[in-house]
């Protein structure tokens, strides 16, 4: 499978973006899907992810604030994110995780999309 995130710019604190992920696969189904992300100096962490049958995980810091979701008729998987704040600025990577449940391990996920970029200004 191949994915292509898309969806990321710039915008101000307290605005919404929506980041999506299209995979290659019509097997699209079949794979747990995660997004991460990394800022500048930081090592890479877990934002979200969504089972192959719907389950849902986020991180703490974005609990209330962003919604994953998937449309395995499109191969997407989705990440609203409203009520940004400058420390949610990162690049935003979406990867994929065969039959798996979501995990918050990146190590799990064996393949992963280009990064796109999200800068919320202050």
């Known amino acids: 499978v191949q994915l292509q995130a898309s969806g990321g710019g710039l915008v101000e604190a307290g605005g919404s973006l929506s980041l999506s992920c299209a995979a290659s696969e019509r097997t699209f189904s079949n794979y747990a899907m995660g997004w991460f992300r990394q800022a500048p100096g930081k090592e890479r962490e877990f934002v979200a992810a969504?089972?192959?049958?719907?389950?849902?995980r986020y991180t703490d810091s974005v609990k209330g604030r962003f919604t994953i979701s998937r449309d395995n008729a499109k191969n997407t998987v989705y990440l609203r994110m409203n009520s940004l704040k400058p420390e949610d600025t990162a690049v935003y990577y979406c990867?994929?995780?065969?039959w798996g449940s979501g995990s918050e391990d990146a190590g799990a996920y064996h393949v992963w999309g280009q990064g796109t970029q999200v800068t919320v200004s202050s």
């Open positions: 969504i089972s192959w049958s719907g389950g849902l």
């Open positions: 990867a994929a995780e065969g």
